[in-house]
């Protein structure tokens, strides 16, 4: 079994920043594409940013120039620094990763999710 725990989120004003982290543990053979994604209340679940094993990165049009992805692959980890925060911003936000397993088995998981928000 694998388990993704995030941590990181909180209440920060509108131009703040956080930096939210996200470890898989857990029966890993290797942890191939790691994402973010949030769900803000009354909204379905939206892309945010991915980053493949290989370190290539992808962000919704929204964040980009603001968020951050990158990963530490020993650490089996993926980071999300969030700066220039807006209201907007305000979600749960969910960590995925497609893990594939000692047993030889490819699953993607989602984390638990933690609370961004931003308000003055």
Known sequence: QVQLVESGGGLVQP??????????????????????????PGNQREFVAAISSGGSTNYVDSVRGRFTISRDNAKNTVYLQMNSLKP????????????VSTARST?????????VTVSS
């Open 88 to 99: 907007e911003d305000t979600a749960v936000y969910y960590c995925n990763a497609v893990v």
């Open 15 to 40: 131009g703040g920043s956080l930096r939210l982290s996200c470890a898989a543990s857990g029966s890993i053979f290797r942890v191939n594409d790691m994402a973010w994604y949030r769900q803000a």
């Open 107 to 115: 699953v993607n998981y989602w984390g638990q999710g933690t609370q």
